[in-house]
């Protein structure tokens, strides 16, 4: 499970972490408007992770990808991993994966996508 492997890494790379040094943000429904009009696509849950006030590890899912849904996460100093069913793998910097929810898109994040130059399929 996506939360089982998050928490290996995080002990791995964060082994001696003050419990009361966390601050978990939570987003269970990003993009309720997607979500209402039934783009579910755009749909995700995100949950954000920092250490003393600095962002070390997030976790973004796609409950509508697919028949299972699709998890990424990410750590600083571990990488991003994802996950399609029982499939894990290594996302490398070449193959970079941009989600967004449509109703937020705004200039400023399209010309930090084209920054990241993405290949789109």
Do not use: W
């Not at 978990?24 to 039934?38: K, M, S, W």
């Not at 997030?58 to 069913?85: C, I, N, W």
């Amino acid at each position: 499970a996506p939360a089982e492997g998050m928490a290996n890494d995080l002990e791995d790379s964060q082994p001696d972490v003050d419990p009361s040094k966390l601050t978990i943000f939570i987003d269970p429904l990003d993009a309720t408007r997607e979500y209402t009009l039934g783009n579910t696509e755009c749909v995700l849950t995100l949950i954000g992770i920092a250490l003393n006030g600095r962002p070390i590890a997030g976790v973004m899912h796609q409950p509508f990808a697919g028949d299972e849904g699709r998890t990424f996460y990410g750590m600083v100093g571990s990488g991003v991993k994802g996950l399609l069913a029982d499939e894990k793998q290594t996302v490398d910097a070449s193959n970079r994966r941009i989600v967004t929810s449509f109703s937020h898109f705004t200039p400023e994040m399209q010309a930090a996508i084209d920054r990241l130059k993405p290949i789109f399929f």
